[in-house]
């Protein structure tokens, strides 16, 4: 009996080992058996897969990923990383399915899908590392932007227009040297504009906006200032209507001094300007926009966008004080200054024309402005009389948006 015994269990032990031994194999085929060459890329991922190729192709590098293989794949990616790349064989990328989803529904969708594409790219296909050094003027050195962070910025990049070709030329040739975009040099005339529209806000008569005070917000006049004071737990957009829309091809600078004396240090306040259509709710309307806080950062951007352009560190934003905003729109590009100091430069997005004029109130917040002024080039001006006079149509709406969306890790 024990005899048998022993011979039982040393036939199963011997079963057990090759059943094992057979199963270990075949999973060792199948993993053996996958196609290093395959590619396998989503329909939404294609162009921006074959825009890659293109790029590559004009800066000297050459890749035929439908032959040497790739797979992009959408996956639900968690603590806000945007898309993640696996070095295995082919390289295989996954992309958050909700960030693109949320991203798709904004103006600059495909530049920003772009960039996360490129991104990816760079890592599994250039052998890219983040990379997370700053150019002069403080925007993101490379798209290879990610992984720890600097600080607590963001990772929004403005991937647009002229920064587009240098970001491209940088992600296949680290030695690219700085673009001029990147000089905190300003190198255009910025003289020979003259005064249309201006409020001082020194009395009831030249204050040109309303005074009132509702169940919503109190706009008074405060030594000299308009003082405008908001009673919701939304954001205020308020702005003016001038009589005489200024047409996008004309050369323009917006100025307005503002003061948010609150120890607030997140919520943003700021200048607006562009069209909004009567009725809207200014959320999804082609409104520039330039704003600061009271940690001395300093935002741009569209409200046709998913989130601002960038965040910038600004050391001329007195916080909590008065900073006098002012925008210099020459050509298709957009020049910003704070306190008279040059600070950034970017390509405008509105294609409208420039009717609106005005400013942001953060929520419950108290604003205090100054020195109203519209000022148009000499070249295109019709007349040097400054319309100190003339009363403005008066405008606010609320938004629970203000394009604080931030980019998602990549």
Excluded at 124 to 143: C, P, T
Excluded at 210 to 238: I, P
Excluded at 243 to 256: A, K, Q, R, T
Aim: proline residues 3%.
């Amino acid at each position: 009996m024990f005899i048998f015994a022993c011979d039982f269990s040393l036939f199963f032990y011997m079963t057990q080992t090759k059943y094992f031994f057979f199963l270990n194999l075949l999973l060792f085929s199948l993993v053996s058996c996958k196609d290093a060459n395959e590619y396998r890329v989503g329909s939404e991922f294609e162009v921006y897969v074959q825009r890659f190729e293109t790029e590559a192709l004009a800066r000297g590098r050459s890749f035929d990923l439908k032959a040497t293989g790739l797979i992009v794949e959408f996956a639900d990616l968690k603590d806000n990383t945007a898309g993640l790349c696996h070095y295995e064989d082919p390289i295989r990328i996954e992309i958050d399915k909700t960030y693109w989803n949320a991203i798709s529904k904004t103006a600059g969708a495909d530049l920003m899908k772009e960039d996360l594409l490129f991104h990816e790219l760079g890592h599994g296909l250039l052998g890219r590392k983040h990379l997370n050094d700053l150019l002069e003027n403080g925007d993101w050195k490379s798209i290879m932007c990610g992984g720890d962070q600097l600080g607590d910025r963001p990772w929004n990049i403005n991937y647009r227009g002229i920064r587009r070709a240098y970001y491209l030329d940088e992600l296949f040739n680290e030695s690219t040297p700085a673009p001029d975009f990147a000089s905190t040099q300003l190198l255009v005339d910025t003289t020979g504009f003259i005064t249309s529209y201006q409020k001082n806000f020194d009395s009831p008569d030249q204050s040109g906006w309303a005074l009132v005070d509702n169940t919503k917000y109190k706009t008074s006049l405060v030594n000299g200032r308009l003082c405008f004071q908001s009673k919701v737990d939304s954001s205020y957009m308020v702005y003016a209507t001038i009589s005489n829309p200024i047409s996008n091809l004309s050369d323009f600078s917006y100025e307005l001094t503002l003061e948010y004396p609150s120890a607030d240090q997140t919520n943003q306040y700021g200048i607006l300007f562009g069209t909004i259509p009567g009725g809207s709710d200014g959320v999804n309307d082609p409104i520039e926009y330039f704003t600061l806080n009271n940690n001395l950062k300093m935002f741009m951007g569209n409200r046709t966008w998913y989130s601002y352009y960038t965040e910038l560190s600004e050391s001329s934003i007195v916080a909590a004080g008065s900073n006098k905003l002012k925008v210099f729109k020459i050509g298709k590009m957009l020049y910003y200054f704070i306190n008279d100091v040059y600070c950034y430069q970017s390509e405008m997005e509105t294609t409208a024309v420039f009717n609106q004029f005005g400013f942001m109130v953060p929520p419950k917040g108290t604003v205090y402005l100054d020195n109203f002024k519209i000022s148009l080039n000499s070249a295109g001006s019709s007349s040097s009389k400054v319309k100190q006079n003339l009363q403005i149509e008066f405008k606010v709406l609320t938004t629970n948006k203000f394009d604080k969306n931030k980019v998602n890790n990549q």
